[in-house]
């Protein structure tokens, strides 16, 4: 099986279960499932909830153990999306090919679908189809790795960053904040629920590490060198916004580079797996090669 | 011990609690921990904390046990205020007597301190000092009740319902999901966290119920009565808003009525606990005569 196959089974098999678990409730809450529907489902390369999948399926767990935990980190990963897309945030309007959340919904319902999916994601954690230890640890990694101390630390330290040029050190911790803590989380929920080793869990943790930051990086490279119908969101908002990315503070070429060495340190840390862990080295190559 | 000294006793607790679980992580994240503490800190009376706390008391449990999940409760509590006073919801610019928290730090930092404390809630019910079984049901009973077939169900009906006049079933669903859903989940987890059991847990439930939905009325009673100043918030705003309420729906006499009828429902609810149950009458009284 490529990568790219992987990413695609995973992805309809998470598909299915986040349909399951938002059920319509009647008509006078209509417009708040509709807009988690349209924000969660048929979007997106499912890249985190895969890490959970492949991440349990390499420690020798059941997929099946592995997937409410998968569908748990989508749900934060999109309600993320949904609030940062919001006009107080970084007011967009497109997201994934389509008008986000808030521009087809209206912002209160846009908050309120994001809010709604932040919650739901911690009841999914306690599917019972996990032991209660497992779902335990997982939703103490998953709410530390989303909250204050994480992505939403992340977001306010991006957010602090606006408008002005930051140094390296803070560029690292604010993405180490909004993208990497989720991304890692997404990696040791699959360990937790495969009940993984130490060792593999460190194993994990550094190929998503290091995988997060490669993302970060071709995403900023993605921003300044494509235009926005290809990348299916608003290009080149980085620049208007006068953020600092990892372009604008090495250049393309060294911005390249970093990308590169950032892919061969996650695929450095699947060494333990063997050949097992072929499908994710394969996964960081199509990532940090791809066009949006 | 009266019922006006029971909610002051918890609130110290809490207060002290919620403290040391909001930590100041360097000067990148201030701007977000000061707007969670601002918000969570020094306010509220504290109603659903102290029901999680008694409740697990006059089931017979340790109240070191309740306190982690009073302090979930009121950080679900805590980031629904700022959600809801925020611009695109109810754009109010007071809260508790105070600046509300999007009026203080501004709206980016005001949405994300909401989504942080919503996040923290769930960590906080997996404080190790609570066996697995009781952290699980904690955050399975939590999630549901703040989720969208709870709360954020409830305000998205309050939403829907503005500038139009509803009825009383649909004014019952908004508000069981508003306040209803959480005040009741209070009170389980406090039987949660003494492993009481299922008549106790059916209770304290009812108990929660009546109170909230006696809360609620009074809510609306105040709003119509009392001026800005005394209330520590904008008085007045759902006539301005031309909500539905209990007052414009049944009058101001009717309605004064149902909040006593309740409160009765609320303390006959009691009777499996005997004289244990006397503060939570007391409590149910309290609220039923307050001005603010």
Redesign the interface.
Known sequence: MTAYEMLSENAALVEDALKQY?VQ?GS??Q???DA?RYSVLDGGKRVRPTLTMECCHICGGESKKALPFACGVEMIHS?SLI?DD????DNDLMRRGKPSTHAKY????A??A???L???A??V??DPINP??A??EA??EL??A????GM??G???D??SENKSVDAQ?LR??HAGKTGALIAAAASLGVIAARGNKIQLEACRQYALHLGLMFQITDDILDATVDSSALGKTAGKDLKQHKSTYVTLYGLKEARKMAEKQTNLAIEALHPFGQKGQQLADLAHLLCNRNQ
């Not at 209206?106 to 319902?109: F, I, K, L, N, V």
């Not at 989303?146 to 101390?149: D, E, F, I, R, S």
């Open positions: 938002i409730q006078l809450t417009a708040l499932t988690m309600y609030h919001l006009p107080c945030m209206g912002e209160a319902t908050l309120l994001g809010d709604a932040l919650t739901l911690f009841e954690l306690c209660l230890e779902s335990v939703v103490r709410s530390r989303a909250g204050y101390q939403v630390g977001q306010i330290i957010l602090e803070t911790a604010m």
